[in-house]
DNA sequence: TAGTGGTCTAGACCACGCC
DNA sequence: GCGTGGTCTAGACCACTAG
């Protein structure tokens, strides 16, 4: 399928990375190393090398190596500030409804596909908490025949994204939001705990993924009093 | 300065399309004629061009050219959906305040460098509408004496980031959010014409610049019943 | 000083768009 | 067919990091 050389160094690490073989923190073999392993020059690898930099899976320090850095805060996406960033605060998930296989729900905003129309789908809901504060309500739906046996195997460290790149190879490469600002429902008002009719942050997401034709969809609901939703893009 | 041959191709390149002397949607030289042009190989112009590619100058086309590109769209940055996207919309912009001198304000919600704060900074307010109805209305504060003569010359277009961009030579190239679902303030309510305590959608910007040390401030407010905030990331 | 990544040359061949 | 950008080679020298 793909015959370019660096594409086969690129994938190569890609996959180690994903499976964990190169964990974060460690460096990669050097260039050079890289060059004999596949029988390529310099330039090759590096075209290789660049990409995974472009994709956020590895940094490059002048004189070191190539590091293989955490990719799930880089990647520019909305999430609950001191939620996957801040250390040392206590944060919690808890399941309001665990994975298993129902209709799609009207209430994604984002058009789903015909073709992901006709497939059953996989729906889970997760109550977020700092301090044991519920800050955030999170429904997800996804085909369900994308993820051979989701539904039986667990989550890696609470973590969705981290589950789909170890267990399935699968990446987040980009996401929709529609933003609004709403008067909470009653339903998420007592699951949030939280005065009937207050303002909350409606946020509908459409994650795209490096899989053909294999979308996200989560519907967020947060209180932005206490914890505000913090995002950050750079070039 | 920079020294290095990729970055006088790039840096010349970037200025002549920020001047306007490649408009969007020509084609930039060929990479043998740059070659030509600058006495380099190939391998250093294709290293330019990867470079303005990765800023959001240009596109490049197999067998056509490298084409320049509206960079506008391609920040990922929050607008109002329909709002820079859309055609066929009735959109209008007015400024509630002309940029003028004025104190640093203690509404923004991201710490301005104490370098920032001994300056005095300039102002401008603006209401943003769709079919006549406000949407929005956008606060904006920046460092005075970093856009020399700012507050005489009039927005290109209606567009701040063209002016600074088309005068300036500064690019927007990153920024921070914070957002909140609050009740609307009843000034603000007055603005939007929306009744008192509504939910409205308040957005907290820090822009990075191409500029060091130079950021742009905004508080956002939205109405998001009618139009919700969009936005979007892509690898 | 040895090893790493960063820049650059002077070629070559290929794939795509267009006439 | 010709010009364009995309991939690749086989070198070279430089800049940075670390023992």
């Known amino acids: 399928m793909e015959e370019k050389r660096y594409r086969l160094v690129q994938n190569f690490l890609k996959l180690q990375i994903q499976k964990g073989n190169f964990v974060v923190g460690s460096y990669l073999p ?27 899976f590895i940094d490059r320090q002048h004189g070191k190596g190539s590091i293989v850095r955490d990719r799930r805060k880089s990647l520019g996406l909305l999430n609950v500030k ?6 040392g605060k206590d944060l919690s998930t808890v399941f309001v409804q665990h994975p298993k ?19 059953k789908c996989i729906h889970f809901s997760r109550l977020r908490c700092v301090y044991e504060v519920p800050v955030m309500i ?28 170890q267990h399935y190879h699968i990446e987040i490469t980009g996401s929709e939001h529609e933003l609004r600002s709403e008067r909470v429902s009653n339903d998420i008002a007592a699951l949030l705990k939280i005065p009937q ?20 969809y989560s519907e967020l609901y947060c209180t932005t009093e206490n914890y505000p939703i913090g995002s950050s893009y750079h070039l």
């Open 30 to 56: 050097s260039e050079n190393e890289l060059c004999t392993m596949f029988g390529v020059t310099r330039t090759t690898v590096r075209k290789g090398l660049d990409e995974l930099t472009r994709e956020g």
């Open 82 to 87: 001191g939620f996957s960033e801040a250390v």
């Open 101 to 119: 296989i129902s209709l799609w729900n009207p209430d994604t905003h984002f058009a789903i596909s015909e073709q992901e129309f006709k497939e």
């Open 138 to 165: 999170e429904y997800n739906w996804f085909a369900d025949n994308r993820l051979e046996g989701f539904s039986d195997i667990d989550f890696i460290e609470g973590s969705f994204f981290k589950t789909l790149s």
């Open 197 to 216: 009719g207050s303002p909350i942050l409606h946020i509908s997401v459409k994650f795209h993924t490096s899989k053909n034709n294999f979308f996200l």
